[in-house]
């Protein structure tokens, strides 16, 4: 499977943008990069995911770099409800594939 | 509303007990999965089912086992085998589209003394 590599933890200021990164330096050709978060004692929950270009929605905004060995999750304008984990995971195309989750990234919002 | 119950969310047992984790989604989702989270640490995947009547081992497999007898029930046992069987149990699904995203339910959190 190939991996992603995320820094353990970020903090952030409220109402300031946080770009959160991640590594996948063996991604295949076919591998969608995929985001979920993760808020204290629930399960993770869908942020948003790409292939090449950059997507945005009404949660966050994904940036792919064009060797799509790296991308970064953006957050526009922090708040405290975004303090959670972020995962970072990639998804082959085709049939249903085993769904692996590093570490993440921890986020903390300062008020 | 569509989604994935996990029941209990907290459970119980003592050492060398067998005990069972239900996971139920009314999604019509073909795949199903299961994941364990320790204190700190990211999700491991435990088993995941493609289709009814069949699964696969994940990346923990030992200690325990499950079925998918149904398209809706994806129930996981945490035998005694299982030497750390404490920690918070994940369950999941997705649709058939190639992209569709992981939902997740709201975990059980197992404790066993």
């Known amino acids: 499977d190939a991996k992603t590599t995320q820094p353990n933890s970020m903090e952030s200021n409220e109402e300031e943008p946080v770009h959160l990164p991640c590594n996948h330096s063996t991604i295949s050709g076919t591998d969608y990069i995929h985001w979920y978060r993760q808020l204290p004692s629930q399960g993770p929950e869908y942020v948003i995911h790409?292939?090449?270009s950059n997507v945005n929605n009404r949660m966050a905004s994904l940036a792919i770099a064009e060797d799509r060995k790296s991308s970064t999750l953006i957050l526009h304008r922090a708040t405290l409800r975004d303090a959670a984990v972020y995962y970072c995971i990639l998804r082959g195309s085709g049939g249903y594939q085993k769904v692996t989750f590093g570490i993440g990234t921890k986020l903390q919002v300062i008020p | 509303d569509g989604g994935i119950t996990q029941s209990p969310k907290y459970l119980f047992r003592k050492e060398g007990q067998n005990v069972t984790l239900s996971c139920e989604q009314n999604?019509?989702?073909?795949?199903m999965y299961w994941y364990r989270q320790d204190p700190g640490q990211g999700l491991r995947l435990i088993y995941y089912s493609q289709i009814v009547n069949d699964f696969q081992k994940g990346d923990i497999a030992e200690g325990y086992s499950v079925s998918r007898e149904k398209k809706e029930s994806f129930p996981l046992t945490v035998t005694s085998a299982q030497k750390n069987p404490t920690a918070f149990y994940l369950c999941a699904s997705r649709s058939r589209n190639e992209n569709s995203p992981l939902h997740f339910g709201n975990g059980t959190r197992l404790t066993v003394t």
């Open positions: 999604l019509n989702h073909d795949a």
């Open positions: 790409g292939l090449t």
